[in-house]
């Protein structure tokens, strides 16, 4: 009989509420940017091949909505930076940091991404990387290193600390690009002004599964792996709750912390208030709780079937690729040159492992770059 005061009830609870914002993630990922025109008869396309559905997706949305005024802007970006001494190996460093830990998400089982780029060989990571919810670390240190490159590219400052990656994440990239470069559902977000309308978006999960029963879609064999896992009711909901929820939180943290500042008091300055809240806080959130919270994730973690840890450990790498692509793409907008370099010099390392069987795990990299560079060297 389970105690209703147990407090491992409020552990299982935690555990499954990140794979429910998970699974509302990739739910809206996978209806905004494939099922919304899926072809009927594509009924063998393999995972990658949607992926790859995916990645045009996001790129065409993005550079329609490119202006003269930001290609001004890349230009000046890219003059500015040039005069940094060294600013290529910095920048080589980060993105480099970015895809082996993607890789290393890509590729849970094979520990062969260790030895090809001299990691740290310590059992203990080793053995995490094998659990689902080990993936979430990996899916923020992929996207963390990857911004902190992309900020040290606008800013000339390289980030030291994760609330200074967020931050100037928020101040000098996402503010200004949350509609253009990260768009839909990368670009909601929470602060004091959209915290009480952020649950007004529009629901649309429930019309999403009818419309994919309607037509056929879900009887797909490649979205057979998908049926139960990422068909959320509503999605939006969750997403929003998630962001809403995390703000929340965030705000309370630092409403105690000041309070308890002798220097301080009770009273607030009116212009008060947390930094807001984005997918990338989502992410440091996630790494936290799959880093840091006890041994119960682990434990829990091995209930799942697997079969379902397949499709929970492809929405993690999918979800890190498409949020990669939105960053690489303003990269790539200032230094076209070098992140080409950069990349290739990437595959040359991996070149000889690819042709290897089930060594996959930088397929989702390189063939974004590809399309990166077809998109906006055709504009």
């Known amino acids: 009989m389970v105690q209703k005061n147990n407090p491992d009830n409020k552990k299982i609870f935690k555990f499954r509420t990140y794979y429910k914002y998970l699974q509302s993630l990739m739910t809206i990922i996978f209806y905004e940017f494939c099922l919304k025109d899926f072809p009927q008869d594509e009924n063998k396309l393999s995972e990658i091949n949607i992926l790859e559905k995916i990645y045009r997706k996001v790129l065409d949305s993005q550079s329609c909505k490119i202006t003269v005024k930001d290609k001004n802007f890349f230009s000046q970006k890219r003059g500015k930076i040039r005069r940094i001494p060294g600013y290529s190996e910095s920048i080589k460093t980060k993105l480099y940091q970015s895809w082996i830990a993607e890789c290393e998400l890509n590729d849970p089982l094979n520990k062969r991404i260790f030895y090809i780029f001299n990691l740290e060989k310590n059992p203990k990571y080793l053995n995490r990387r094998m659990y689902s919810n080990w993936k979430g670390v990996y899916l923020y240190y992929s996207t963390l290193h990857l911004i902190d490159a992309l ?222 560079e077809q998109t906006y060297h055709a504009n």
């Not at 768009?183 to 977000?189: G, K, L, R």
């Not at 709780?289 to 697997?306: A, C, D, H, M, R």
Request: some cysteine; charged content about 25%; overall charge positive.
């Open 151 to 372: 900020i040290f590219i606008i800013t000339h400052k390289m980030p030291t600390t994760h609330s200074e990656t967020k931050n100037l994440f928020y101040e000098h990239v996402f503010k200004k690009y949350k509609n253009k470069f990260y768009i839909y559902p990368f670009n909601i977000e929470c602060n004091s002004k959209n915290y009480e309308n952020l649950l007004g978006v529009e629901v649309q999960g429930n019309e999403i599964i009818e419309e994919l029963k309607s037509t056929g879609i879900i009887s797909l064999s490649i979205l057979d792996k998908f049926l139960k896992w990422f068909l959320n009711p509503k999605p939006e909901i969750e997403i929003s709750r998630w962001i809403k929820n995390r703000f929340k939180d965030n705000w309370t943290q630092e409403y105690r912390r000041r309070k308890k500042n002798p220097n301080s008091t009770i009273r607030f300055k009116k212009d008060f208030e947390p930094s807001t809240y984005t997918f990338l806080h989502c992410f440091y959130d996630f790494r936290v709780w799959s880093s840091y919270y006890e041994v119960e994730p682990f434990v829990y973690g091995l209930k799942i079937s697997s079969k379902k840890r397949l499709v929970i450990d492809i929405s993690f790498s999918w979800i890190t690729a498409v949020f990669n692509l939105m960053s690489e793409a303003i990269i790539f907008n200032i230094i076209p040159k070098t992140f080409k370099e950069i990349s290739e010099s990437f595959q040359e390392d991996i070149s000889s492992y690819l042709q290897e069987e089930n060594c996959n795990f930088a397929t989702p990299i390189i063939m974004r770059h590809k399309l990166i």
